[in-house]
């Protein structure tokens, strides 16, 4: 992958919190072993026929992040595209839902996080 088409990433994770007997998500910042702390994916949009909901749209909410590097990132995981090493509340942007390796490519299926 050229690196031209790659975008920086911020990865994230959550533990549930309950407040009052009310559950809730708090995200932290996820460290990688890289140098700037981040991955960097080649984000893509593969509109295909499957990507429709039950109205027949096409869902343009849902993004293919590939890599050939081995990043720490799990099913759960949350994506930002904005830097959020320094912040104590934010959410996400996207979620990893899948991250099947199809030879040396490792694919992240992501979804639009509309929050809890």
Do not use: C
Not at 70 to 77: A, F, L, S, T, V
Request: no cysteine.
């Amino acid at each position: 992958m050229l690196l031209r088409y790659l975008t920086e990433v911020w990865i994230s994770y959550y533990e549930e919190v309950k407040e009052h007997g009310e559950k809730s998500k708090k995200w932290f910042f996820k460290p990688l072993n890289t140098k700037t702390k981040t991955a960097f994916l080649n984000l893509q949009q593969d509109i295909n026929e499957l990507d429709r909901n039950s109205a027949g749209e096409i869902d343009y909410s849902i993004e293919n992040a590939r890599t050939t590097m081995n990043y720490d990132i799990q099913k759960g995981n949350g994506i930002s595209f904005t830097d959020i090493s320094n912040l104590e509340k934010f959410t996400p942007d996207y979620i990893v839902t899948d991250n099947p390796k199809i030879g040396n490519t490792i694919l992240y299926k992501l979804e639009k996080y509309n929050g809890d």
